[in-house]
């Protein structure tokens, strides 16, 4: 097999491609929750129960940077960094005319780390064996 037969079977620039295609979706999902958690009324209202949406927002969140990101610790700090923006959009719906909710927080919290930890749970094996990372 030559170099770029070799270069092919790799799917080392595939895992590449997909954390850099998950490191810039983020964005537009963060502004988004950011946007749904600050707008005067609620986005989706009575389609969903309230902790459900805030628990499977921070979940896809935490799950993208968990993916996104190549270290254990970066992904870690992204997590409890979106536990903390969760917090503080909490403390402004109150100036936006929105409740706020600790249980709306306890909601983001579980999201984000069950998405960050599943992510990690999936990722690191599969970069382990397919990306020698």
Do not use: C, T
């Amino acid at each position: 097999m030559n170099q770029d037969e070799s270069r092919r079977a790799s799917p080392r620039p595939v895992f590449h491609a997909g954390r850099l295609v998950v490191e810039v979706l983020f964005w537009p999902a963060l502004f988004l929750v950011i946007w749904g958690e600050l707008s005067p009324m609620p986005v989706i209202e009575g389609a969903a129960n309230d902790k459900v949406l805030h628990f499977v927002a921070y979940f896809g969140l935490a799950a993208m940077a968990g993916a996104g990101l190549k270290a254990r610790l970066s992904a870690i700090k992204a997590v409890v960094a979106l536990i903390v923006i969760g917090g503080l959009l909490e403390i402004l719906q109150g100036l936006v005319g929105r409740d706020m909710s600790v249980f709306d927080e306890l909601a983001n919290a579980a999201g984000a780390i069950a998405g960050g930890g599943l992510a990690r749970l999936v990722v690191e094996p599969l970069r382990r064996r397919f990306a020698g990372d």
